[in-house]
């Protein structure tokens, strides 16, 4: 084509692909093209917005490091990342949520019931639920991936002075399907901000937080992973999370509880309760692979 205009370039751009590609990337870069290039048309962008826009990528690719994505970060506060999760959740099951950039590989494996406050401060919650299939049957050996902040707002690999298996604990189901564990309450805390991200979002007039939140991962033979998160129904941030993770069946109550109503067995922390705590209940549904 020699005579590309604003109103053809399109088509044109479609009419280069080879006889072989491949259907779905035909698909996906058809869809591509047209939104961009009708981005570009609709806003009638100039240069300097344009090379502003390939500026915020060009910042995104030089303070990247296999421990922090910025991309990722990028994908999520324009509420890409929770719109794919969407898509991609199943009817039948408990919503996904982003996984975030914090999940550490291998995770210590721990008992049922296990403590994970180690010396953190904070107040402590006692989680349980049930891992269950879509017809209410409680799943045996699933595992639960859990990881949160400490008391500060940081993950263990965002923090130095934090062991880096510092609330991460790997769980695994019986034969009725439950799992508990205590540790104490997440608190709000701020994506990072001192990146190109931070600058889109402080030029936007948005702030950067997110709610408190346990973050899962649920797996087990014969079903579909579950990458999800549980928020408190008292939270601040909880109708404006700067990643757009909270669903509904998410939100939970933590309830307050005297000591005295604490398990006498099946925690670490059994028999040693002396003040109150709050207990959150939230059962997980999995659905079939
Ligand atoms: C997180 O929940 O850990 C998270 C999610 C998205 C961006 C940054 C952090
Ligand atoms: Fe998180």
């Known amino acids: 084509m020699r005579d590309v205009t604003k109103d053809n370039i399109t088509d044109t751009f479609l009419g280069y692909f080879g006889e072989q590609t491949d259907p779905r990337l035909r698909e996906i870069m058809e869809s591509l093209a047209r939104h961009l290039h009708d981005f570009a048309r609709e806003t009638q962008l100039t240069h300097a917005e344009w090379n502003k826009g390939l500026d915020i990528l060009r910042q995104a690719g030089n ?21 794919v999760d969407m898509i991609n959740s199943s009817d039948d099951g408990t919503n996904s949520s982003v996984l975030g950039p914090f999940h550490v590989s291998n995770p210590p494996v721990r008992d049922m ?5 180690a010396d953190n401060e904070g107040e402590l919650i006692l989680v349980r639920g049930r891992i269950l299939d879509s017809d209410g049957n409680p799943i045996s050996g699933a ?72 973050h899962y991962i649920v797996k087990a033979d014969g079903y579909r992973d579950l990458v999800t998160e549980v928020f408190p129904d008292d939270d601040p941030y909880l109708d404006q ?20 109503n604490f398990p006498e067995s099946g925690c670490e922390l059994s028999g040693k309760v002396d003040k109150d705590y709050y207990l959150v209940d939230f059962d997980v549904v999995l659905s079939k692979a």
């Not at 990722?72 to 990342?81: I, K």
């Not at 993950?155 to 604990?169: T, V």
């Not at 999370?241 to 005295?260: H, I, W």
């Open 63 to 83: 303070i990247t490091t296999p421990e922090r994505d910025e991309f990722v970060l990028l994908s999520d506060v324009l509420g890409l990342s929770s719109l």
């Open 241 to 260: 999370d700067t990643v757009f993770g909270v669903r509904d069946d998410l939100v939970m109550t933590y309830v307050k509880q005297p000591a005295s």
């Open 113 to 117: 019931g296990a403590d994970l406050r």
């Open 143 to 214: 595992t639960i991936d859990i990881w949160q902040t400490a008391a500060n707002g940081l993950y263990s690999s965002q923090d130095p002075e934090q062991d880096i298996y510092n609330f991460h604990a790997l769980f695994t189901t019986g034969a009725d399907g439950e799992y508990q564990f205590t540790t104490v309450r997440p608190v709000s805390y701020t994506v990072p901000t001192d990146g190109p991200v931070g600058e889109l979002l402080e030029s936007t007039g948005r702030h950067p937080w997110r709610p408190s939140h346990l």
